[in-house]
Nanobody, 128 residues
Framework: QVQLVESGGGLVQAGGSLRLSCAASGRTFSNYYMGWFRQAPGKEREFVAAVTWSSGSTYLADAVKGRFTISRDNAKNTVYLQMNSLKPEDTAVYYC?????????????????????WGQGTQVTVSS
């Protein structure tokens, strides 16, 4: 059974940091793109960051460039999202997703059908 399990969310003050983890299990993800998405109350899900499992190439949304970094640990089958200089507008539920093969524009829009697997999400709350 394939599982993506997120952890590391919580409450933090503006300017603080959190590191989210996405532990993947149940299959080999070597040909997958691993992404982080977020959804704030009343808003659509949006792309945050992605990393290719094989090469480690990374992609970041403009809203988080310079503050967030994404990485993966092949040995632990885990993807990380390091979030620094957090802002109240970063408050959302953060989801990990896995897609086999190159992503398309719909994937970057966060459409659930464009990912093969999704985690349950972890809440990040940034207080001002």
């Amino acid at each position: 059974q394939v599982q993506l399990v997120e952890s590391g969310g919580g409450l933090v003050q503006a300017g603080g940091s959190l590191r989210l983890s996405c532990a993947a299990s149940g299959r080999t993800f070597s040909n997958y793109y691993m992404g982080w998405f977020r959804q704030a109350p009343g808003k659509e899900r949006e792309f945050v960051a992605a990393v290719t499992w094989s090469s480690g190439s990374t992609y970041l949304a403009d809203a988080v460039k310079g503050r967030f970094t994404i990485s993966r640990d092949n040995a632990k089958n885990t993807v990380y999202l390091q979030m620094n200089s957090l802002k109240p507008e970063d408050t959302a539920v953060y989801y990990c997703a896995a897609r086999k093969g190159p992503p398309n524009s719909s994937w970057y829009r966060g459409y659930s059908t464009e990912s093969d697997y999704w985690g349950q999400g972890t809440q990040v709350t940034v207080s001002s």
